[in-house]
């Protein structure tokens, strides 16, 4: 593929901007909670995953990490993540969820030194840079990566050590309602992204440097919220641009505005052009549109992004309603929940955690149900009777990498392939493993998992208590991505010798040896070897499953599902219901 978004990558690790900038949160396309960088102080990392599907036309992700801002008092720190669509007219989704601090700054950047922002007027360049304006590591840049005046200072880490100091040649300016940003990577390819209206945002445009001075440079575009007790949803819009997008026609201005005097001047030099034209049919930033900057280019597939209210009961996450309506005449529907109680928004009722709908000329194209129970809109009612299987692991097979349920579940091949959750209320977090089979042996079912179950193996060095004993083998699982913290994936899990002592995980603490707090020590000795247990007896899993509906030709569709469903299609059109056990018999 062609490289739009930038991660800038790795240098000396000893290099300033290595250390200050490339190790911080800031550098990458994510949410900031409160200027700092994630895991810092008692912080852990890592987090769950939600969901995985990949159905024709939609590829989907969901997980939350609120470890990694653990200290910073952050409930909620969840992010899905969506491909719609082909090569042709396709787009991501990125809806961001967080809750806690009192500032969360979505950042996001490509792989160009300039943005065009539209829906937005931003102020003059300031000087200095996002930590200050007597702070400005963006421009002290040396070719070895170090900060100029600083010699002889590996793995320093420039003032105030969160990244923020790069941001440099900042602009500012307060989104009224929806707005958009293009990044030209070059003559004809360029990404963009569309933020829908979200009240007290503000839009801050700053350049940040490459790992060395001869790489490229990379324009940030942040989108700030401040409020005590925080709760954020951020809810973009990621369009690649090569070329084959509608060309752009003649039309009035939309977005930012020249400014006079000096504001000019500085909006000029970073952003080229100020005055950002749009297609005729692109309506300024008044009438509720996304302004779609073209700057020349082909302008945007997308005409129109816009959350729609939704009414029914609160969930245990925001629930967010998408509407994107394109400049082909097709809208994309977005339902994004964390459960399946029934819910309207607009002329539609949704029951699930993540449903797309693509229409057309007041007929349904595209429907994807990803743990869903419900869809009712357009003369449509489709009901899965199941929105999962969700079960209690009763052994594990740890040789062969099997676990065994009561929970009956399909032996057809539908769920080959498929994502298994396993969780457990002891546990810190959830784990995951593709399903190679499913088979039923002896009134159980057997579960064959791709991967192994376990997660490495100690030896006992010395047990020091009934509750403590050292390993001498580190896991490197111990410690957070920073290296400043324990992770707290151990958290629950269990250890087990070969003689078959166990013992189940309080705590964990890196080193060498590494020390684990356990509940008890009992049957464990120096120089027992034992293994750590990623999945065990009494966990719980749950496997999302997935349908879709397709329109074949004028009139015609085609259903596949994981689970049986009730489909009551308005009068004309005809239905094919695909056996998709035949899709993955083995």
């Known amino acids: 593929g062609y490289e739009l978004t930038y991660d800038i990558g790795y240098a000396l690790g000893s290099a300033h901007t290595q250390v200050g900038w490339a190790h911080q949160t800031a550098s990458?396309?994510?949410?900031?909670?409160?200027?700092?960088?994630?895991?810092?102080?008692?912080?852990g990392s890592g987090g769950s995953l939600y969901l995985f599907a990949d159905l024709p036309g939609?590829?989907?992700?969901?997980?939350?990490?609120?470890?990694?801002?653990?200290?910073?008092?952050?409930?909620?720190?969840?992010?899905?993540?969506?491909?719609?669509?082909?090569?042709?007219?396709?787009?991501?989704?990125?809806?961001?969820?967080v809750k806690g601090g009192s500032q969360h700054d979505y950042l996001f950047h490509a792989l160009a030194d300039r943005a065009e922002v539209a829906g937005v007027s931003l102020s003059a360049e300031e000087p200095g840079s996002l930590a200050g304006t007597n702070i400005c590591w963006g421009g002290q840049q040396l070719n070895d990566g170090d900060m100029a005046g600083h010699p002889n200072q590996p793995y320093w880490n420039p003032p105030p050590g969160n990244g923020y100091g790069f941001l440099i040649k900042s602009q500012r300016g307060q989104a009224d309602g929806a707005w958009s940003a293009l990044w030209p990577v070059d003559a004809?390819?360029?990404?963009?992204?569309?933020?829908?209206?979200?009240?007290?945002?503000?839009?801050?445009?700053?350049?940040?440097?490459?790992?060395?001075?001869?790489?490229?440079?990379?324009?940030?575009?942040?989108?700030?919220?401040?409020?005590?007790?925080?709760?954020?949803?951020?809810?973009?819009?990621?369009?690649?641009?090569?070329?084959?997008?509608?060309?752009?026609?003649?039309?009035?201005?939309?977005?930012?505005?020249?400014?006079s005097g000096a504001a000019a001047s500085a909006t000029s030099s970073t952003l080229e052009h100020s005055a950002i034209p749009v297609p005729a049919d692109v309506a300024?930033?008044?009438?509720?549109?996304?302004?779609?900057?073209?700057?020349?280019?082909?302008a945007s597939w997308i005409e129109r992004v816009e959350r729609l209210p939704v009414t029914g009961p609160a969930g245990a996450i925001p629930v967010i309603a998408l509407k994107i309506t394109r400049h082909d005449g097709a809208t994309d529907l977005f339902y994004s929940s964390a459960d399946t109680a029934v819910r309207q928004a607009g002329d539609f009722a949704f029951a699930g955690h993540f449903i797309h709908a693509q229409l057309k000329d007041g007929?349904?194209?595209?429907?994807?149900?990803?743990?869903?129970?419900?869809?009712?809109?357009?003369?449509?009612?489709?009901?899965?009777?199941?929105?999962?299987?969700?079960?209690?692991?009763?052994?594990?097979?740890?040789?062969?990498?099997?676990?065994?349920?009561?929970?009956?579940?399909?032996?057809?091949?539908?769920?080959?392939?498929?994502?298994?959750?396993?969780?457990?209320?002891?546990?810190?977090?959830?784990?995951?493993?593709?399903?190679?089979?499913?088979?039923?042996?002896?009134?159980q079912t057997r579960v064959q998992l791709d991967g192994t179950l376990r997660l490495g193996k100690g030896v006992v060095a010395a047990v020091k208590d009934g509750q403590t004993l050292t390993s001498l083998i580190p896991h490197e699982y111990a410690r957070s991505v920073n290296r400043k913290a324990g992770s707290g994936f151990f958290q629950g899990k269990r250890i087990r010798t070969d003689t078959g002592a166990t013992a189940e995980i309080a705590s964990v603490r890196h080193g060498q040896?590494?020390?684990?707090?356990?509940?008890?020590?009992?049957?464990?000795?120096?120089?027992?070897?034992?293994?750590?247990?990623?999945?065990?007896?009494?966990?719980?899993?749950?496997?999302?499953?997935?349908?879709?509906?397709?329109?074949?030709?004028?009139?015609?569709?085609?259903?596949?599902?994981?689970?049986?469903?009730?489909?009551?299609?308005?009068?004309?059109?005809?239905?094919?219901?695909?056996?998709?056990?035949?899709?993955?018999?083995?």
């Open 513 to 586: 040896p590494m020390s684990l707090t356990v509940r008890s020590t009992q049957g464990f000795h120096a120089g027992n070897v034992f293994h750590y247990d990623d999945v065990q007896p009494g966990d719980q899993f749950t496997i999302i499953l997935t349908a879709s509906l397709t329109q074949t030709a004028p009139g015609q569709y085609e259903f596949r599902g994981q689970s049986e469903a009730a489909l009551d299609p308005p009068s004309g059109p005809t239905v094919h219901v695909v056996d998709i056990s035949s899709d993955h018999a083995r």
């Open 58 to 97: 939609l590829k989907l992700i969901e997980a939350s990490s609120e470890s990694s801002y653990a200290a910073q008092g952050v409930t909620l720190y969840r992010r899905t993540l969506a491909l719609v669509g082909g090569p042709t007219g396709g787009y991501a989704i990125d809806l961001f969820r």
């Open 284 to 298: 300024s930033p008044e009438d509720g549109r996304t302004p779609a900057p073209s700057q020349g280019r082909s």
């Open 363 to 443: 007929k349904l194209l595209v429907l994807s149900l990803i743990g869903a129970k419900e869809f009712h809109g357009l003369g449509w009612r489709i009901q899965p009777k199941h929105d999962s299987c969700e079960g209690a692991v009763a052994a594990a097979d740890y040789e062969s990498n099997i676990i065994t349920t009561p929970a009956p579940l399909p032996t057809d091949g539908s769920l080959n392939g498929q994502v298994i959750l396993f969780d457990n209320p002891r546990y810190s977090r959830n784990t995951a493993y593709r399903i190679v089979r499913v088979k039923t042996s002896n009134g």
């Open 28 to 43: 990458h396309n994510v949410v900031v909670v409160n200027e700092r960088s994630q895991g810092g102080g008692d912080s």
């Open 188 to 259: 004809t390819n360029g990404v963009r992204l569309f933020m829908a209206a979200q009240p007290g945002t503000e839009v801050i445009s700053a350049l940040a440097p490459g790992i060395y001075p001869k790489l490229p440079k990379a324009r940030y575009v942040i989108a700030r919220r401040k409020g005590q007790d925080l709760e954020s949803q951020f809810t973009a819009v990621i369009e690649p641009n090569d070329g084959n997008t509608p060309q752009a026609q003649p039309g009035r201005t939309a977005g930012v505005r020249p400014p």
